[in-house]
């Protein structure tokens, strides 16, 4: 949507996942879609080359609904997938989502380790909590976004319009 907006044309060349629930949602709303399932069993060449990667690993282990082993549950080592395809692909930039749980996951020491990774593979990353509330959605629901790109300054993570008193109506 925001690219359509500013008349910019994107193409979507892969996606991956797992969950039969999020394949449903993801194939209602692109029903053309070839959705590839779990990128632990996809070789990174076998992708096509990428301008923009966004991506969401399992919150699960960085939540404080969950029980918070990081690193430890193999389902947090999924960054590591999403970094083995942006060393492989080098797009321009990404976006990466997660919970707020992450900034504060072992007092700070999880996200220290992504921030470098990423820098470590040339980006200038930068990251932001942001409420899905202040732009109009009708629930609180607070994400860390990670943004990076491969030239240039670090990305700036400012300035939003942000929405008050959003009103639902019939």
């Not at 609904?65 to 797009?91: E, N, Y």
């Not at 707020?100 to 700070?108: A, I, K, N, Q, R």
């Not at 030239?151 to 942000?162: A, Q, T, V």
């Amino acid at each position: 949507q925001a690219l359509h907006k500013r008349n910019i044309k994107s193409k979507t060349v892969f996606v991956s996942e797992i969950k039969p629930a999020a394949v449903s949602v993801y194939k209602t709303n692109f029903p053309d879609a070839e959705i590839t399932g779990d990128i632990t069993k996809v070789d990174e060449k076998d992708i096509p080359d990428i301008d923009f990667l966004l991506a969401g690993f399992p919150c699960q282990s960085f939540s404080s609904a969950g029980k918070r082993l990081g690193f430890q549950d193999t389902r947090g080592t999924l960054f590591f997938d999403v970094a083995r395809v942006i060393k492989s692909k080098k797009p321009k930039g990404f976006i990466l989502e997660n919970v707020e749980g992450l900034v504060t996951h072992d007092h700070g020491k999880t996200l220290k380790t992504i921030m470098n990774v990423l820098n470590d593979l040339g980006y200038n990353t930068t990251y932001r909590i942001l409420n899905s509330a202040d732009f109009g959605l009708a629930q609180a629901r607070k994400r860390i976004y990670i943004v990076g790109t491969l030239e240039g300054n670090k990305p700036i993570l400012e300035n939003f319009d942000i929405k008050d008193n959003v009103i639902l109506s019939d």
